[in-house]
T-cell receptor
Framework: EAGVAQSPRYKIIEKRQSVAFWCNPISGHATLYWYQQILGQGPKLLIQFQNNGVVDDSQLPKDRFSAERLKGVDSTLKIQPAKLEDSAVYLC?????????????FGPGTRLTVL | AQSVTQLDSQVPVFEEAPVELRCNYSSSVSVYLFWYVQYPNQGLQLLLKYLSGSTLVKGINGFEAEFNKSQTSFHLRKPSVHISDTAEYFCVYAGNNRKLIWGLGTSLAVNP
């Protein structure tokens, strides 16, 4: 079974530029999550999708971050414009169901450096 | 407010020694508790989880954790560690509102 795929693995940009990350979840998983993991901290949930609908985006900085999950499969996360404090690893995860008891399967992450 | 605390940011240990990574959570009527592991340059993966039932939970790679309601703890243990256990370990908690809260992580360094 293929795991969660993410691209790119690494990205370096300058502040005020825009960047996009892509995620393809495990086939058949209805729920998709985007997390931000700053060095030395645990992952912070940015947005949770159930199929192509948003379940939770309470911690997404909506003035600069956007995400979509067209057709309920793969997803993109965009930052525009980027700030220095956006430097982090962006993790995508998927699960079969949407409850907290469901195991989340994580991709390898995208390491973003904003200069 | 609901919270989870990993009491040690770093744990150095020698190979084949036992290890305990400590985790405390804020009290709640019902809880879900998880331990996730992040190996160097790899994605996070689930080690084990407690949803209900037996308080002793066994996970992958010889790890186990015990849910202690009176002490609001969910410590992770392994009787004998290997070099390959070197990784970052995260305790994750969901209380009454069922939102996952991640700890800051414990870095386990296994030395030969």
């Amino acid at each position: 079974e293929a795991g969660v795929a993410q691209s790119p693995r690494y990205k370096i940009i300058e502040k005020r530029q825009s960047v996009a990350f892509w995620c393809n979840p495990i086939s058949g998983h209805a729920t998709l999550y985007w997390y931000q993991q700053i060095l030395g901290q645990g992952p912070k949930l940015l947005i949770q999708f159930q199929n192509n609908g948003v379940v939770d985006d309470s911690q997404l900085p909506k003035d600069r971050f956007s995400a979509e999950r067209l057709k309920g499969v793969d997803s993109t996360l965009k930052i525009q414009p980027a700030k220095l404090e956006d430097s982090a690893v962006y993790l995508c995860a998927s699960s079969l169901g949407q409850g907290p008891a469901d195991t989340q399967y994580f991709g390898p992450g995208t390491r973003l450096t904003v200069l | 407010a609901q919270s989870v605390t990993q009491l040690d940011s770093q744990v150095p240990v020698f190979e084949e020694a036992p290890v305990e990574l400590r985790c405390n959570y804020s009290s709640s009527v019902s809880v879900y508790l998880f331990w996730y592991v992040q190996y160097p340059n790899q994605g996070l993966q689930l080690l084990l989880k407690y949803l209900s039932g037996s308080t002793l939970v066994k996970g992958i790679n010889g790890f186990e954790a015990e849910f202690n309601k009176s002490q609001t703890s969910f410590h992770l243990r392994k009787p004998s560690v290997h070099i390959s256990d070197t990784a970052e370990y995260f305790c994750v908690y969901a209380g009454n509102n069922r939102k996952l809260i991640w700890g800051l992580g414990t870095s386990l360094a296994v030395n030969p």
